[in-house]
């Protein structure tokens, strides 16, 4: 008998095809409905961070091994209540730590320089000549960077961040070694000091029952006046609605965002902010990286349906 496995949304002609040639392959999903019924005869499941994984479709998949998530972050999916299922949850680490950092670096730039303002401008036609003052930014060399939740991301920012001669603070829960301080040129603040201090904002830490709502009301207003706030982890990292106050009153200079709170829905008011760069969720949106991300679910699921122990087990 050959392993069923299912691909929530279509991925790589090549990726499919190293599934087909090994497993039946069934792709494609249209709705939670639909993939309760498509799971139950699944020994895999290789699904996408939109696909809430929760106890109804686990129930649903009796002979569930592995849920192999294309992504790093598995918020989507009730892994403790699987692996008590003894199915095995993947991600893709690492994969995608550089791809993520660079769209960051792409949203701080954007902001602090005003750059999606400036181009819609420009195509308007309503560039007359060279001006003194047209679209004054923020100059980021000398300022300081904060940025919550020094992992793999974290870091990947962190090292960009010297080529632009920021100061570099962070928090996280546990402090890194000293030598790991010294090599990144990095600084441990509590994420009080970190908020009320840091130029740029940049978080980055998983969404976990701990990190929801991290940055909550009462944080979003300990922020530097005049700061710009740059968001790639998850949307519930933060009280998105005390942020566009912020960001409506004129206190903060800006933000970008690359994920939202209850997205694809984005708040309207984040839509008619001027101050603001908004992404569809795009951080690890590279052809590179995003094929390698594929191959890595699909070996997660080979080597587990072939009795072996899964790549990168979450
Ligand atoms: P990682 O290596 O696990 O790093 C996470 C960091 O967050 C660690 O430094 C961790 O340090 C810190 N952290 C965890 N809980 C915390 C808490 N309660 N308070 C403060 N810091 C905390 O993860 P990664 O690979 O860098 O990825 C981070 C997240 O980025 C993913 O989980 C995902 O949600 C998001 N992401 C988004 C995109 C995108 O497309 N926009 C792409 C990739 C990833 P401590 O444990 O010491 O606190």
């Known amino acids: 008998m050959k392993y069923k496995v299912l691909l929530t949304h279509e991925l790589f002609p090549e990726v ?46 009796p ?4 849920i192999a998530n294309y992504a790093v972050g598995y918020d989507n999916i009730d892994v403790e209540y699987a692996k008590s299922k003894g199915i ?17 670096w792409a ?10 303002e400036a181009d819609s401008f420009t195509r308007a036609g309503k560039f007359k000549g060279w001006e003194a003052k047209l679209f004054l930014g923020m100059e980021l060399n000398g300022k300081r960077l904060g940025i919550i939740g020094l992992g793999r991301i974290g870091k990947a ?9 920021m100061e570099i603070v962070y928090y996280k829960r546990k402090k890194l070694s000293p030598a790991e301080e010294k090599s990144l040129g990095v600084k441990f603040l509590s994420l009080e000091e970190l908020l009320k201090s840091s130029d740029v904002i940049s978080i980055h830490t998983p969404l976990t029952p701990d990190t929801e709502n991290l940055i909550n009301r009462e944080r979003v207003y ?71 991300m594929a191959n890595l679910a699909a070996d997660n699921i080979i080597s587990v349906l072939k009795g072996g122990k899964p790549i990168t087990p979450v």
């Open 222 to 292: 300990m922020i530097k006046r005049g700061a710009i706030f740059i968001n790639t982890a998850r949307g519930a990292v933060v009280d998105e609605n005390a942020l566009i106050e912020r960001l409506e009153n004129g206190s903060l200079f800006g933000a970008g965002f690359d994920v939202y709170k209850n997205e694809p829905e984005i708040n309207p008011k984040l839509i008619n902010l001027k101050n603001v760069v908004l992404l569809p969720h795009i951080g690890s949106a590279t052809t590179q990286t995003r094929l390698a």
């Open 16 to 61: 499919h095809k190293k599934l087909q040639d090994l497993f039946e392959l069934e792709v494609g999903i249209e709705g939670k409905e639909d993939l309760i019924k498509k799971v139950r005869d699944k020994h895999a499941l290789l699904c996408f961070l939109k696909d809430p994984i929760d106890r109804e479709v686990i129930d649903a998949a």
């Open 107 to 116: 949203l701080i730039l954007a902001v602090a320089r005003r750059i999606v």
């Open 88 to 104: 095995y949850v993947t991600n893709t680490p690492d994969l995608l730590t550089e791809a993520t950092a660079d769209l960051t």
């Open 157 to 165: 920012v962190a090292r960009r961040a010297s080529g632009f001669g």
């Open 63 to 66: 002979e569930l091994k592995i």
